[in-house]
């Protein structure tokens, strides 16, 4: 079965700080990961996935399958950048549906 | 952009009635909608795939009697809770994606309140 894992809750960091949002999976196949992100009163929107290997927003994050891991990084945080972060993962082939982790809200101090 | 959009986006009801809700792709169609549940201060929890002409794919534990899903065309699904109840309160969300793609676009959303 597939889990995702997102282990703080709430994350402060201070303007201009480097960030990094925990994410660990467990799957046993080979899973597409991304990362969703919500700002307020927004809607969930796509942040990144791993396969596009791209820095969205200043944001990256790399999945490596020894550690399990899809940790997001962005070496100096902003205050547009607080929001609620969800690490997502699809496994099964031909399956579109998505397996979110609990979240994390950062909060990106002046 | 691919959008998608939710109606309504707020509804209170009295417990025991039932609430439709609507969820559109507006300007691609897909195959295959997805329905969520998120409860305050806590994750996404898929409820079920709806895809197209045939009927959903329901998560363990969600009860397919309570929760109707219909997918009657590739921009329109539906998700009509029955005899609602209080616990039934929640945050609904669906969401849309493309044909032969991994990617899901989502909806604002519907909070549901049952009295």
């Known amino acids: 079965a597939q889990r995702v894992t997102q282990p703080e809750k709430l994350l402060s960091v201070f303007k201009g700080a480097p960030v990094e949002l925990k994410c660990n999976y467990s799957?046993?196949?080979?899973?597409?990961l991304f990362w969703y992100v919500q700002y307020s009163r927004q809607r969930l929107q796509l942040l990144l996935r791993?396969?596009s290997r791209e820095s969205i927003k200043g944001f990256t994050a790399d999945l490596n399958k020894g550690e399990t891991s899809f940790h997001l990084k962005k070496p100096f945080a902003q205050e547009e950048d607080s929001a609620m972060y969800y690490c997502?993962?699809?496994?099964?082939?031909?399956?579109?549906?998505?397996?979110f982790g609990t979240g994390t809200r950062l909060t990106v101090i002046p | 952009g691919a959008v998608v959009s939710q109606h309504p986006s707020r509804v209170i009801c009295k417990s025991g009635t039932s609430v439709k809700i609507e969820c559109r792709s507006l300007?691609?169609?897909?195959?295959?909608m997805f329905w969520y549940r998120q409860f305050p201060k806590q994750s996404l929890m898929l409820m079920a795939t709806?895809?197209?002409?045939?009927?959903?794919?329901?998560e363990q534990g969600v009860e397919k009697d309570k929760f109707l899903i219909n997918h009657a065309s590739l921009t329109l699904s539906t998700l009509t809770v029955t005899s609602a109840h209080p616990e039934d309160s929640s945050f609904y969300i669906c969401?849309?994606?493309?044909?032969?793609?991994?990617?899901?676009?989502f909806g604002p959303g519907t909070r549901l309140t049952v009295l």
């Open positions: 799957y046993s196949g080979s899973p597409e």
């Open positions: 791993h396969i």
């Open positions: 709806s895809n197209e002409g045939s009927k959903a794919t329901y």
């Open positions: 969401s849309a994606a493309l044909p032969a793609a991994a990617l899901q676009y």
């Open positions: 300007d691609f169609q897909a195959t295959t």
């Open positions: 997502a993962l699809r496994g099964q082939t031909g399956a579109n549906n998505l397996f």
